[in-house]
């Protein structure tokens, strides 16, 4: 069996690259090590604007509530996510409980 290294610098590069891209989409950092590659973020939950979307389900006849509603189960909560690199070199993400 082949003992994996966590300094593969081709790994790192993608590991980083994957932070990066998440930074992008809104994401922070809470927690992050070197030692084991890990990173903890998190995306706070946004806003939506119940006025105009009342007013778009008035005008659609209710056809628009679908959406409203796809918004409100998708923009409600507070996310946050794990991205590390396990012992095989592989990188995986996984969604963290929030309080």
Aim: hydrophobic share 45%.
């Amino acid at each position: 069996m082949e003992t994996y290294q966590f300094g593969n610098p081709k790994v790192m590069e993608r590991f980083y690259e994957r932070i990066a891209a998440k930074k992008r989409n809104g994401f922070v950092i809470i927690e992050y090590s070197e030692k084991l590659p890990y990173v903890v973020l998190s995306k706070e939950k946004k806003t939506v604007n119940h006025l105009l979307h009342l007013f778009m389900s008035c005008i659609t006849l209710g056809l628009w509530l679908v959406i409203w509603i796809f918004l409100i189960l998708k923009f409600s909560r507070k996310k946050d996510i794990l991205l590390a690199v396990d012992e095989d070199g592989n990188l995986f993400e996984d969604k963290c409980l929030s309080v």
